[in-house]
């Protein structure tokens, strides 16, 4: 099993340019979630999905979108990145369960110029 | 709303010492805790979590971690440290009694520095 798989590893993007970012899981979870690292700030919940066909916005949203193409897919997209939305981002999965741990992918550093 | 902190940006220690990573939280009801680890480079780690039951939970890589109610902590320690411990830890907590979507909220993480 590979777990949580995320692409690209790195990115660097201009002012205005828009990328997505890819996500997949093969644990049959139902759960997904992106979230963003900043240095002093820990981990914060972009969006998430609490199954197949739905998606909720978390405590940082704006600036962006994200689709659940299927049970395995969560991708994040940056319609038209800001130096903002400079950071580590992570995509997790889980089970339905509340008591349920996540489990993270190994992250892609985004740089906006 | 749930949170939690972590009150040590940095603890060092010498290897073959104790160690403990302190985390307090706070919820409305009772709580699920969770601590993860993330070495240099990587996503998170999974390393133990208390839901219900024995306040001592144990986990991996000889982690364990202590819930205490009336303190509202979530202590992480280890009996022994090795050098290869020198990581970021978090500690996350999710409130199940709260209405709406129950999201696990993080501290902002401590490093861990272990010497030889």
């Known amino acids: ?113 | 709303a749930q949170s939690v902190a972590q009150p040590e940006d940095q603890v060092n220690v010498a290897e073959g010492n104790p160690l403990t990573v302190k985390c307090t939280y706070s919820v409305s009801g009772n709580p699920y805790l969770f601590w993860y680890v993330q070495y240099p480079n990587r996503g998170l780690q999974f390393l133990l979590k208390y839901i219900t039951g024995d306040n001592l939970v144990k986990g991996s890589y000889g982690f364990e971690a202590e819930f205490n109610k009336s303190q509202t902590s979530f202590h992480l320690k280890k009996p022994s440290a090795l050098v290869s411990d020198s990581a970021l830890y978090f500690c996350a907590v999710r409130d199940p009694y709260n209405t709406g979507f129950q999201k696990l909220v993080f501290g902002t993480g401590t490093r861990l520095l272990v010497s030889p």
């Open chain 1, 1 to 113: 099993n590979a777990g949580v798989t995320q692409t690209p590893k790195f990115q660097v993007l201009k002012t205005g340019q828009s990328m997505t970012l890819q996500c997949a899981q093969d644990m049959n979870h139902n759960s997904m979630y992106w979230y963003r690292q900043d240095p002093g700030m820990g981990l914060r919940l972009i969006y998430y999905s609490a199954s197949e066909g739905t998606t909720d916005k978390g405590e940082v949203p704006n600036g962006y979108n994200v689709s659940r193409l299927n049970k395995r897919e969560f991708s994040l997209r940056l319609e038209s990145a800001a130096p903002s939305q400079t950071s580590v981002y992570f995509c997790a999965s889980s089970g339905t369960s509340l008591a349920n741990e996540q489990f993270f992918g190994p992250g892609t550093r985004l740089t906006v110029l």
